[in-house]
């Protein structure tokens, strides 16, 4: 069983930037592909990133490229979600995700989840 939690979500002026934390628990995050999806207030659970398990291999949503990167450190057990040049529309609840072996975009396709962390852009 893997145990997912978040940290580093905070409230930021929009043009600022936070790095959230995934640290894994119960399983070694080496054979994981990771995923950072979020959620809006009455709006639908939308991808943001992905990273294979052995992080050669990386997917962003449009809305994010540019401005977000998403990273892992195996030995750490731990996957990071490094966000810049955030905007009011970035505001939303952020949860980390886990599946054996590949990375995917959609939700549904993962295993295990975080309880999320809450980000707030202020314009």
């Known amino acids: 069983q893997v145990h997912l939690v978040e940290s580093g979500g905070e409230l930021v002026q929009a043009g600022g930037s936070l790095r959230l934390s995934c640290a894994a628990s119960?399983?070694?995050?080496?054979?994981?592909?990771m995923a950072w999806f979020r959620q809006a207030p009455g709006k639908e659970r939308e991808f943001v990133a992905a990273?294979?398990?052995?992080?050669?291999?990386?997917d962003y949503a449009d809305s994010v490229k540019g401005r977000f990167t998403i990273s892992r450190d195996n030995a750490k057990n731990t996957v990071y979600l490094q966000m810049n040049s955030l905007k009011p529309e970035d505001t939303a609840v952020y949860y980390c995700?886990?599946?054996?072996?590949?990375?995917?975009?959609?939700?549904?396709?993962?295993?295990?989840w975080g309880q999320g962390t809450q980000v707030t852009v202020s314009s």
């Open positions: 119960g399983h070694t995050l080496s054979n994981l592909a």
């Open positions: 995700a886990a599946r054996y072996y590949s990375g995917s975009n959609k939700g549904s396709d993962y295993d295990y």
């Open positions: 990273i294979s398990w052995s992080g050669r291999t990386t």
